[in-house]
């Protein structure tokens, strides 16, 4: 990004980015691709899927020893989540991105490109699939998610933790391994994400705009209370959904923790769970959007676990 009177915008191509990150280039043989200069909230499911296909094609090329992609924050949760399901593990792709534009004194750009070539070089990340290097730490693609809207330091892992570091050094020293995580490694060339809507529970929601949406969605994601709750307005839309034949997901609207059948009252958890909502597991909302997608794509059922 480059600030403009109109505010900031993508300006910079990968070349100025190597160019802008002091000894960047040098720290591997890299090739540059310039696939796209979008903002990241412009990535539909086309250009999602399209770019997945790309890092599949560069994968199986063997060209490459290790993929970088440069992202903007917003969605690198989506994006890092879908590769991480769709895309063989054993060359590893790191995605990137930063919180300051190249204009700004503290631009953490260039850290965290340099820490993301160091990474993708690195022996030790043969095999990890995709991973988010940012801020100094490595986390699984699966498990990144943008924590904060404006610290340097936005990326967590509130489902599982971190994979390793980047010592300011430079050394990569990875002290956990990720289950892996291709599930649906499958995933076809030009593939379709089915629309799945996703909604976020309010006090006193009656449930109508759930209910009108089933229309024009293949399955739907809650967004409840707490571990779980819905209003009873809420659970009888979902229950119209499950009747037509289409999924619903309940994921939690808190910032960590997961989703159990713990409360009985109308609407609780437990009985939402026991007339047929599936919990979300160790997933935001956000990417159990992208898990019932790839689900539906496939043919598959859910599986609760990462």
């Known amino acids: 990004m480059v600030p403009t009177a109109a505010g900031n915008v993508p300006s910079l191509d990968g070349a100025a980015l190597l160019a802008l990150a002091a000894g960047a280039a040098r720290l591997a043989d890299v090739t540059v691709e310039d696939w796209a200069r979008i903002p990241a909230a412009h990535l539909d499911g086309g250009r999602l899927v399209a770019l997945r296909d790309r890092v599949a094609q560069l994968q199986r090329s063997g060209a490459c020893d290790g993929i970088v992609i440069t992202h903007g924050t917003d969605t690198i949760e989506e994006t890092a989540y879908l590769l991480a399901r769709t895309v063989a593990p054993e060359v590893p792709v790191v995605v990137t991105g930063a919180m300051r534009t190249s204009a700004d004194a503290d631009w953490d750009g260039g850290r965290n490109l340099g820490d993301a070539l160091r990474v993708a070089a690195a022996t030790a990340s043969r095999g990890r699939g995709v991973l988010v290097a940012f801020a100094g730490s490595i986390l699984a693609g699966h498990e990144a998610v ?28 990875f002290t956990r391994t990720a289950p892996r995580a291709d599930r649906f490694a499958a995933f076809p060339a030009r593939g379709v994400l089915p629309p799945v809507t996703v909604h976020a529970l309010v006090p006193a929601d009656d449930g109508a705009l759930l209910y009108v949406s089933r229309a024009s969605h293949a399955g739907a994601v809650l967004l409840g209370f707490g571990a779980g709750n819905l209003t009873p307005g809420v659970l009888s839309a979902a229950e119209r959904w499950l009747a037509d034949g289409k999924p619903v997901v309940l994921a939690s609207r808190c910032a960590s923790g997961e989703v159990a059948p713990l409360y009985g009252f109308p609407g609780g958890s437990r009985q939402a769970i026991e007339r047929g909502l599936l919990p979300a597991g160790p997933r935001t909302p956000w990417q159990a959007r992208i898990e019932l997608q790839l689900c539906l794509a496939m043919g598959m059922g859910w599986e609760g676990e990462a």
């Open 146 to 173: 943008k924590r904060d809207a404006l610290a340097l330091d936005a990326f967590h892992a509130p489902h599982g933790a971190p994979l390793g570091a980047v010592a300011a050094d430079g050394t990569v020293a």
